[in-house]
């Protein structure tokens, strides 16, 4: 059994309100298309039929229209000949041609009046249908924002670690660079710290040796 089962069903039915009850609504809105679009298939092909059946009473009257016709001028043609009695069968005739076309009328009014409601009905299907169909496509470019927006942030969360990881690599190396300058800067430091000593004594024992000399020593 389909989401709907009948005409009224489907024009009556509030479609925001049943895809805020369903579970699955894209899944809700797929079968509401599905059975708006069967009931458009029966409700053109019941019009085409009613159409049909028309056009072939609207024949049928023409005929009946052509028959009432010939038969008037049959009763003409028998009375200007002196054959009334010829006439009178005529114009039986016509009287029974004309009745059957006014049943080719009264049947070709009921055509109409089915073919107008039944045209009436498909316009307030398809009207229904374009408008679940515009549900439809708003819910599916909704999902697809949210894909993309989920996928987006994913991307996001994989860059910002591998950023993370990266800076706490670059800072591992910029600390061992820092470690290795400092290392390969204590040595010549050490070395010129001792060469200043020496020049440094050389000074001293300079100045003392001067003190001797002025002491007379």
Known sequence: MGVFSRFLDIVNANINSLLDKAEDPEKMIKLMMQEMEDTLIELKSSCAAKMASRAKTDR????????VQRWQNRAELAISKGREDLAREALLERKAAKATLEQFEKEMATYDELIKTAKGEITQIEDKLTTVKQKYQMMVERAKRAREEQAAQETL??????????????????????????????????LDEKFRDLEEMDDIDAEIEELRKRAGL
């Not at 009257?61 to 028959?67: G, M, P, S």
């Open 60 to 67: 049928a009257y023409k005929e009946a229209l052509n028959a």
């Open 157 to 190: 969360r994989r860059a910002s670690e591998g950023a993370s990881f990266n800076r706490f690599n670059d800072m591992e190396e910029k600390i061992d660079r820092m470690q290795a300058n400092n290392d390969l800067n204590r040595r010549p430091s050490s």
